[in-house]
C-alpha cells in the first residue's frame, strides 16, 4: 500500500463513514436509474461494469435494474461503504481498495465514476484516468461538477476536498483514441428525478 493522500484519508476514515450512512433511501434509486437510462441510451452490448468510488451501491442498484444481465465490479475505500454494498449487493464483486491502488488482470466494458474525481488531489487526477482508461475495453462515462477551468471550493467546512474543472475534456486529451459520445446535465431542482448538479460524459474507445 503506497502513501495515502487527505483526501483518501478523508474518505477512508469518519467523514466517509458518515457520508455513507447519510446517502441512503429509495428516492436516490430511482433518480439513479432515470439518470443512468439516459446515460446508457447511447451505448450496446454492456456486459460488465467497473465502478470507481460506488460508497453503499446507490448506482450499483440502478445499474442492476437496467443492466439486469451484466456482471458489475465496483472499487470503493471506505470499509464501512464496501461492507453495506456487499450486504446489499451479494452479485456484485466488490474491492475495497483505493483507485490508485486498484489492479486486475482483465477489463471491463463500461468503467465510470460519479461524484468522485471532484474529491481526488489534482495533482492523482492523471493516475484516476489511467484506472478509468486501462480498465475499460470499449466505454467511459464521467458524471462530476463541471468548471471549464479547475477549481477548488469549501465542501462542507473541509478546504482541498472539492474541486471542478474539465475531467472529461482532460481525459480525451490525454488519450486521443477516445471519442465523446453523448454528454448532458442533470439539475438539483428537477421536479421527478433529481441529481446534484451533475454533468455527464460517455467516451468511447476507438479501433487502434
Known amino acids: 500500500m503506497g502513501v495515502r493522500t487527505e483526501q483518501e484519508l478523508f ?9 455513507t450512512e447519510r446517502n441512503k433511501g429509495l428516492d436516490w434509486v430511482a433518480s439513479n436509474t432515470s439518470f443512468f437510462s439516459k446515460v446508457l441510451h447511447r ?5 460488465s461494469v467497473l465502478e470507481f468510488g460506488a460508497n453503499r451501491g446507490l448506482n450499483i442498484y440502478a445499474l442492476q435494474t437496467l443492466l439486469p444481465k451484466a456482471h458489475l465490479s465496483a472499487v470503493e475505500i471506505n470499509s ?5 454494498l456487499r450486504k446489499n449487493h451479494p452479485l456484485a464483486e466488490v474491492f475495497n481498495t483505493s483507485i490508485f491502488e486498484f489492479e486486475a488482470p482483465r477489463k471491463w466494458d463500461l468503467t ?6 471532484i474529491h481526488i488531489n489534482p495533482e492523482k487526477l492523471p493516475e484516476a484516468y489511467a484506472a478509468l482508461y486501462n480498465n475499460s475495453s470499449k466505454y467511459i462515462v464521467i458524471a462530476e461538477y463541471y468548471n471549464p477551468s479547475p477549481v477548488e471550493l469549501s465542501y462542507r467546512g473541509h478546504s482541498s476536498k472539492l ?5 472529461a475534456g482532460e481525459l480525451m ?7 465523446l459520445v453523448d454528454y448532458g446535465f442533470v439539475y438539483h431542482r ?6 446534484d448538479d451533475i454533468s455527464w460524459f ?3 474507445k476507438q479501433p487502434k
Request: hydrophobic content about 35%; cysteine-free; charged content about 30%.
Open 11 to 19: 474518505w477512508e476514515g469518519e467523514f466517509g463513514d458518515v457520508y
Open 43 to 47: 451505448t450496446s452490448k454492456i456486459e
Open 80 to 84: 464501512s461503504a464496501a461492507a453495506e
Open 112 to 117: 465510470f465514476t460519479k461524484g468522485v474525481l
Open 163 to 167: 474541486f471542478k474543472r474539465d475531467f
Open 173 to 179: 486529451n490525454t488519450y486521443n483514441d477516445l471519442v
Open 190 to 195: 428537477d421536479r421527478n428525478f433529481p441529481q
Open 202 to 204: 460517455i467516451m468511447e
